[in-house]
Nanobody, 123 residues
Framework: QVQLVESGGGLVQAGGSLRLSCAASGRTFRRYAMGWFRQPPGKEREFVAAISGSGGSTYLADSVKGRFTISRDNDKNTVLLQIISLKPEDTAVYYC????????????????WGQGTQVTVSS
C-alpha cells in the first residue's frame, strides 16, 4: 500500500488558480494509476481526474475539462492537479488516490487514499 499526502489547497477567489500536489511513498509509484477525487460540502465524493502509471493517458471529468490538468513525475513520486478559472462549485475537499484496477473513474478502483486538502472558492 502506498502512503499519500496532499497539499496546495486553500482559499481562492473565483477565477483564480491553484496547484494541488500529492506526494507518494514507496518505490513502486510508477505501477499505480493516480486519481483525484473531490467531495463538495454535503455531497458524495466524485471523480475529477486520473493518470496512468506511465503518465501517457489522462482522464478528466466532463465538468472540469479545459480547467483542470493532471500530471505526474515518477522520479519525484508526485502527482499534480493544476486548476485554473476556479468556480465556487469547485469548493470541496480534494483527495488523491492510487489505483491498481480499472476503470480509473470510480472510487472502488482505488486502494490508497490521502487525507484530503480543502479548496474553497469565494465568489
Amino acid at each position: 500500500q502506498v502512503q499519500l499526502v496532499e497539499s496546495g489547497g486553500g482559499l481562492v477567489q473565483a477565477g483564480g488558480s491553484l496547484r494541488l500536489s500529492c506526494a507518494a511513498s514507496g518505490r513502486t509509484f510508477r505501477r499505480y494509476a493516480m486519481g483525484w477525487f473531490r467531495q463538495p460540502p454535503g455531497k458524495e465524493r466524485e471523480f475529477v481526474a486520473a493518470i496512468s502509471g506511465s503518465g501517457g493517458s489522462t482522464y478528466l471529468a466532463d465538468s472540469v475539462k479545459g480547467r483542470f490538468t493532471i500530471s505526474r513525475d515518477n522520479d519525484k513520486n508526485t502527482v499534480l492537479l493544476q486548476i485554473i478559472s476556479l468556480k465556487p462549485e469547485d469548493t470541496a475537499v480534494y483527495y488523491c488516490a492510487a489505483a491498481f484496477r480499472v476503470p480509473y473513474t470510480i472510487s472502488q478502483s482505488y486502494d490508497s487514499w490521502g487525507q484530503g486538502t480543502q479548496v474553497t472558492v469565494s465568489s
